[in-house]
């Protein structure tokens, strides 16, 4: 059903082809556009000699125009140039198109194609096998038709859906900046190159096993009848987390009393993998981060549990996940096929730290970094999903923004 003041109607009556040919200097330099699949944007490619070109029909990249790449249309590698692709040029695979006039916004129908509808629609002007066969045809996409408002609110929906962009835009940057600063601070304050003041006492060599406890778990997934219900830290709940806290679905299964005394997690230890198909990828750390009565540390695990006057589960699980501790632990990994660290080599790696109130003060400073990204990763996983929503809604016309109301408040 058609909302109420939206026409169905085909694109070749709204969206014009441009195409400015450009004929290459053989010793001139050129850089191209490419187009990513998915939705995502225009991406720049490093420059070409124009002899590399002289055998293509390529053309100059206009901005505010609504490319498609012929090839994979059908990916929905679609998007709007901007003035960032000035001085560009694109293959005859990516054909450009401006809005004709008062007839259709160029942002409102890179947002259509966007949608499940609009990929089904460019799927069906894709005739063909599949991948690079599967070529979208001009006169077919012209032929497109699917239900629009009149251009003014095509363009408030636009406007409404680019804030939304802006707003995710800008939280990938601070997320980018918070991952970038937390880099940083690791380098300086996990080196000694930075020390906090009041700190002086240089930092100390010792052996795991003079600062911690090392434990092998061997508490498989399986249950058994005559032993206790318990919950059960996984390989992959160490391996996909940097904490072990209760928002992890921890899987069922059971343990005697021995094992429920022995390898029950407590707060402050590091959980390591000490098994792997790969030698690089071993000693992955994680860190208990609050209380979790009833959970186990499952197989193929080790955990390390810190001397409390010694060392501080915060700091050993930043200190782990540095590059230099990892090809420690690679070296001393064993195997051919599937590789593993033996209880002995855990204990006997050694690390340089500093002493204990020292460590519990750059583990603050690293982990309150962490929840800074950590913060801003569930913020960004909102604007995405609110977008999501608003597209579903605004571009089919279920939600319906009052343009002329809109033109009288700005009057």
Known sequence: MVPEGWNEKRLGSVLERVAVPVSPESDSQYRQIGIRSHGKGIFHKESVLG????NKRVFKVLPDCFVVNIVF????AVAKTTEKEIGFIASHRFPMYKPIEGKSNVDFINYFFKTKRGKYLLELASPGGAGRNKTLGQKEFANLSFPMPEGGEQTKIAQILSTWDRAIEITEKLIENSKAQKKALMQQLLTGKKRFPGFKVKWKEYRLKEIANVLASNVDKKSYDGED???LCNYTDVYYNDYITSNISFMEASANQREIEKFSLEYGDVLIT???ESPD??????????????????YHLAIIRPAP????????NILFALARIRYCFFTLANGATRFGLSIGSIQNAIFSIPEIEEQKKIAEIIMAQDDEISNLTLQLGCLVQQKKALMQQLLTGKRRVNVELEEQMHA
């Open 229 to 231: 219900s318990v919950l």
């Open 51 to 54: 002899k590399t070109l002289e």
């Open 274 to 276: 000490k098994d792997s």
């Open 281 to 298: 990828d071993i000693a992955i750390p994680a860190l208990v981060r609050e209380e979790l009565p009833g959970v186990l540390c499952g």
């Open 73 to 76: 249309a059908w990916e929905q």
């Open 309 to 316: 006057e010694l060392a501080d589960g915060g700091f050993l």
